[in-house]
């Protein structure tokens, strides 16, 4: 038997976590799978840009697909304040730098100013701006006027409209 050096109760020996409070038997004796291990300089991937990358700079475009269509729309989102997603505003007259109108925007439940994209420290953003119907990122509904990281490959939805992200190279034509 060995005796937890926390509560003093009796162990059956080998035991490493007390049964009675959870701690350490012996805690100057840490079992060797317990310990971190630590990376090497080659096991970081640091500054290595893969499927699903955050990375947004500025040699990076935006396109987006209008899924179940063989759309795509480049986005613009190097004038300040990023790039508004909508639908066209008859009333206004206002057009928003990504028009999902074409889309059947207004049935499947597109906002006029539904989301805004935005690029902070070679980061691209996603914005809902208070929309009637919410804008998921991956399926999960975002709160409003909070800003989100958008990566390669994600799926933004506005309403019931759905839309997937890819980051080309700006260089590279499409």
């Given at each position: ?7 003093t109760?009796?162990?059956p020996d ?21 310990q ?10 640091e ?22 269509s ?14 508004l ?6 009333q ?13 925007a ?10 805004r994209l935005?690029v ?38 506005l ?13 590279q034509?499409?």
């Open positions: 038997m060995v005796k937890c050096a926390h509560c109760r009796e162990n080998g035991t490493v976590i007390c049964l009675y409070c959870g701690q350490l038997v012996d805690p100057t004796r840490v079992p060797q799978q317990a971190t291990r630590n990376l090497g300089e080659s096991d970081s991937g500054n290595q840009p893969r499927w699903g990358t955050a990375r947004f700079d500025e040699q990076t475009a935006l396109i987006l697909r209008v899924t179940d063989s759309q795509i729309l480049h986005v613009d989102i190097s004038k300040p304040g990023g790039a997603i909508g639908r066209y505003d008859s206004r007259g206002e057009v928003p730098e990504v028009d999902l109108a074409p889309f059947n207004i049935d499947l439940g597109v906002s006029r100013q539904h989301a935005t902070h420290e070679d980061s691209l953003y996603i914005t809902d701006l208070g929309s009637a119907n919410a804008t998921y990122l991956n399926g999960l509904r975002l709160t409003p006027h909070q800003p989100r990281i958008l990566r390669d490959s994600d799926e933004i939805r309403g019931r409209l759905k839309l997937q992200v890819t980051f080309v190279d700006a260089k034509p499409d």
